[in-house]
Structures are given as structure tokens and as C-alpha cells.
């Protein structure tokens, strides 16, 4: 037995007229009708996972005293343990924010004070862990928007510049004119298919 599931607790407290009929999954009737005492919890998936990594011998390890039938409040170790699988280092996207401010404050700084850091810099970048929310997207607004661009930039009429590797198409990325993050629609009045430059320019462009 081990650890498949990350969860949040949606509800607590509910009775059995408000739980999911799950009479199909029981085998044996009483134990159907035991099952409906007491009160429940709603959880909502998280994350799945699947490895011997989180089996309960391994979890003994990390302390763990309880059986799984029962809830347990997890810290210390093995709470740090568990959640390293939930929150993986993601190397993140070339267009993912810059860290602009680090940059910025380079730039202004002295250039021979610059030089001499650079000297005894570090070349193996450390690896930062960060965990991220993506907006799943919808694909077929993706793929209606190239379609619709035919291989050139809605912004300026300038032909995409390659092609993609994958499947050969015209290289054009699709951008959401009102972000999702500001709640933009994931839809087709809401996109621009366009080139690389037209794409980097109004995100971190000065505008016009
Ligand atoms: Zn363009
Ligand atoms: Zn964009």
C-alpha cells in the first residue's frame, strides 16, 4: 500500500445524503449500509503519483507510526519527505518572467565591479525548485488559431520564420490578447498567432 493521491479537504461534516452513491463499489450489502455512519469528508484531486517511493515500509522510515486507515496529521520529516514528490524542480519555460529585476540591477551597477564578479562567477547555474500553476489550454484554440494564420504573423503580416521540428507547420505561438491570468477567455477572439518577435515584443516590449 502506498501514497497515490494528493487531495484537498473540500468539505467536512457531511452526512450520507450528500456523499456520492458508491452502493456499486461494495460487495457485501451490510457493510454498504455500516459505511453510511458517521459523517464525511469531500476531497478534491490534487496530484496523482505512483512510485515504491511512497509505499508505507518506506514511509516508516521517515517515522511514520499510523496504519493507513486513519487520518494523521503529517509534519517534520516526513511531511517534507512526502511533499518532495508532489513538488518536483520544473525547469521552467524560456518564457517564463525573466528575472528582470537581478538584470536590471546588474546593468546599472559599475562595469569593472561587473567584470571582476563575472571573473569568479559560478558556471553551473544553480537549480532553483519551483512550483508552478499552468493554465491547461485548450488545444483546439491553439490549433484553430494556426489554422487561421496560415503561417503568417496576425501582428505583422511577416511569414513565420521556421518551421517546428515536431510537425513540420509554420513556427507561430499563440498569444492571449487579455491574459487568462487577468481572466481572458481561452478562445478564439482572444488569441493572435504570432511570430517569435512579435510575440517576445508585447510581452516585454516598451509598447509603442
Ligand atoms: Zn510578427
Ligand atoms: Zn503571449
Same mark, same amino acid.
Given at each position: 500500500?502506498?501514497?497515490?493521491?494528493?487531495?484537498?479537504?473540500?468539505?467536512?461534516?457531511?452526512?450520507?445524503?450528500?456523499? #456520492?452513491?458508491?452502493?456499486?463499489?461494495?460487495?457485501? +450489502?451490510?457493510? $454498504?449500509?455500516?459505511?453510511?455512519?458517521?459523517?464525511?469528508?469531500?476531497?478534491?484531486?490534487?496530484?496523482?503519483?505512483?512510485?515504491?517511493?511512497?509505499?508505507?515500509?518506506?514511509?516508516? @522510515?521517515?517515522?511514520?507510526?499510523?496504519?493507513?486507515? @486513519?487520518?494523521?496529521?503529517?509534519?517534520?520529516?516526513?511531511?517534507?519527505?512526502?511533499? +518532495?514528490?508532489?513538488?518536483?524542480?520544473?525547469?521552467?519555460?524560456?518564457?517564463?518572467?525573466?528575472?528582470?529585476?537581478?538584470?536590471?540591477?546588474?546593468?546599472?551597477?559599475?562595469?569593472?565591479?561587473?567584470?571582476?564578479?563575472?571573473?569568479?562567477?559560478?558556471? @553551473?547555474?544553480?537549480?532553483?525548485?519551483?512550483?508552478? $500553476?499552468?493554465?491547461?489550454? *485548450? %488545444?483546439?484554440?491553439? !490549433?484553430?488559431?494556426?489554422? #487561421?494564420?496560415?503561417?503568417?504573423?496576425? #501582428?505583422?503580416?511577416?511569414?513565420? %520564420?521556421?518551421?517546428?521540428? +515536431? *510537425?513540420?507547420?509554420? $513556427?507561430?505561438?499563440?498569444?492571449?490578447?487579455?491574459?487568462?491570468? *487577468?481572466?481572458?477567455?481561452?478562445?478564439?477572439?482572444?488569441?493572435? !498567432?504570432?511570430?517569435?518577435?512579435?510575440? #517576445?515584443?508585447?510581452?516585454?516590449?516598451?509598447?509603442?
Amino acid at each position: 500500500m502506498r501514497i497515490g493521491y494528493k487531495c484537498i479537504v473540500q468539505n467536512v461534516g457531511l452526512t450520507k445524503s450528500k456523499i #456520492r452513491k458508491d452502493k456499486k463499489y461494495w460487495v457485501n +450489502s451490510a457493510d $454498504y449500509q455500516s459505511s453510511l455512519e458517521g459523517s464525511f469528508v469531500r476531497l478534491a484531486l490534487v496530484a496523482t503519483i505512483n512510485t515504491e517511493k511512497l509505499h508505507l515500509y518506506t514511509l516508516r @522510515k521517515f517515522d511514520l507510526k499510523t496504519g493507513p486507515q @486513519k487520518a494523521k496529521k503529517l509534519n517534520g520529516k516526513l511531511l517534507e519527505y512526502i511533499e +518532495s514528490f508532489f513538488s518536483k524542480p520544473k525547469l521552467i519555460d524560456v518564457f517564463a518572467k525573466e528575472s528582470d529585476d537581478a538584470i536590471s540591477k546588474s546593468i546599472k551597477l559599475n562595469r569593472s565591479s561587473r567584470l571582476k564578479r563575472l571573473e569568479k562567477a559560478n558556471l @553551473k547555474p544553480k537549480l532553483v525548485p519551483v512550483t508552478s $500553476y499552468v493554465y491547461e489550454r *485548450n %488545444p483546439d484554440v491553439v !490549433a484553430e488559431a494556426l489554422y #487561421r494564420a496560415d503561417g503568417i504573423c496576425e #501582428r505583422c503580416s511577416g511569414a513565420a %520564420p521556421f518551421y517546428r521540428k +515536431s *510537425n513540420n507547420s509554420p $513556427y507561430l505561438e499563440v498569444h492571449h490578447i487579455v491574459p487568462l491570468s *487577468n481572466g481572458g477567455e481561452d478562445s478564439l477572439s482572444n488569441v493572435l !498567432a504570432l511570430c517569435p518577435n512579435c510575440h #517576445r515584443e508585447l510581452h516585454f516590449g516598451k509598447g509603442i
